[in-house]
């Protein structure tokens, strides 16, 4: 139980374009979904909270016009880039939350692997 | 505020020798901890939890951890290594959101 799908695990795109990556709980209903980012040889930097059918939190610093988040459902979050350049490559993981006493037991997608040429 | 410090980036050890991997927290909230681990590309996967109840926590592959309030540690053991071990590990407290450490590579020699 308490799986977690992320799609696309890779993309590619040129600069410019917008890419969409979706994150599911697959078989339980998420309270929370976050989005992470990482760095090469560095750790999960957290970008933004979201809460079905309300609007995401951003983490500061993070840009939120260039990264998307929409949370249309409870199983059900997806991240957009915006305008992808070269310095949004990356590898960003989604996690989905249960609320587990008075903390959040978060499970975390494969992530997805960003290129941006 | 929580925060999270792993002591060494790179471990090294051969296989079959004590694997030991260093988690200090700051919290000033009874802390929730984790481990957990990440393989090349892959995301992160849970190794065990300390929540409440028992110190020693044990989680699976063989790893366990102790909390210890008054050294706020939360180090990774396992008595010996695999080569299937080497990977990333990362500790990270959890009050509304995770918090990680900058991760330590463990490298396993033949």
């Known amino acids: 139980g308490a799986v977690v799908s992320q799609h696309p695990s890779r993309v590619i795109c040129k600069s410019g374009t917008s890419v969409k990556i979706e994150c599911r709980s697959l078989?339980?209903?998420?309270?929370?979904m976050f989005w992470y980012r990482q760095f090469p040889k560095k750790s999960l930097m957290l970008m933004a909270t979201?809460?079905?059918?309300?609007?995401?939190?951003?983490e500061q610093g993070v840009e939120k016009d260039k990264f998307l988040i929409n949370h249309a459902s409870l199983t059900l979050s997806t991240l957009t880039v915006t305008s992808a350049h070269p310095e949004d490559s990356s590898f960003y993981i989604c996690?989905?939350?249960?609320?587990?006493?008075?903390?959040?037991?978060?499970?975390f997608g494969p992530g997805t692997r960003l290129t941006v040429l | 505020a929580q925060s999270v410090t792993q002591l060494g980036s790179h471990v090294s050890v051969s296989e079959g020798a004590l694997v030991l991997l260093r988690c200090n927290y700051s919290s000033s909230v009874p802390p929730y901890l984790f481990w957990y681990v990440q393989y090349p590309n892959q995301g992160l996967q849970l190794l065990l939890k300390y929540t409440t109840g028992a110190t020693l926590v044990k989680g699976i592959n063989g790893f366990e951890a102790e909390f210890k309030k008054s050294e706020t540690s939360f180090h990774l053991t396992k008595p010996s290594a695999h080569m299937s071990d080497a990977a990333e590990y990362f500790c990270?407290?959890?009050?509304?959101?995770?918090?990680f450490g900058s991760g330590t590579k463990l490298n396993v020699k033949p």
């Open positions: 979201s809460n079905e059918g309300s609007k995401a939190t951003y």
């Open positions: 078989d339980f209903q998420a309270t929370t």
């Open positions: 990270a407290v959890n009050f509304n959101k995770f918090y």
């Open positions: 996690s989905a939350s249960i609320l587990a006493g008075r903390y959040n037991e978060q499970f």
